[in-house]
């Protein structure tokens, strides 16, 4: 039974950060990615980041880079995405998502089509 759950979402003022966690059960971890996306009140969900854990390779959203670090615990199976000088305009709905590796991984995660997908972890960024 697939699960992944999303946590360490919260209240932080602006220029703070936070680091997101999705721990994951189910799946063999090492062949898969694992991603992040972001859906604020009235706007469409948008990919943030992922991991791949089959090469170890991180992707960022081009306009985000510079402020995410996405990493990988094999030992926990857990994926993170530390948020540095956090905006308001990054207070969304967090959610992480899994998909297997593959030569589509990138344009999967661009076009949300990964396969399975967790629950949110609500971010507020206050100015």
């Known amino acids: 039974d697939v699960q992944l759950q999303a946590f360490g979402g919260g209240l932080v003022q602006a220029g703070g950060s936070l680091r997101l966690s999705c721990q994951t059960s189910?799946?063999?971890?090492?062949?898969?990615?694992i991603g992040w996306y972001r859906q604020a009140p009235g706007k469409e969900r948008e990919e943030v980041s992922y991991f791949n854990n089959k090469d170890r390779s991180p992707y960022y959203q081009h306009a985000l880079k510079g402020r995410l670090t996405v990493s990988s615990d094999r030992a926990k199976r857990t994926v993170y995405l530390q948020m540095d000088n956090l905006k308001p305009e990054d207070s969304a709905v967090y959610y992480c998502?899994?998909?297997?590796?593959?030569?589509?991984?990138?344009?999967?995660?661009?076009?949300?089509?990964?396969?399975?997908w967790g629950q949110g972890t609500l971010v507020t960024v206050s100015s």
């Open positions: 998502a899994a998909d297997q590796s593959s030569w589509m991984v990138a344009e999967r995660f661009i076009m949300k089509a990964f396969q399975y």
């Open positions: 189910g799946f063999n971890f090492d062949d898969y990615a």
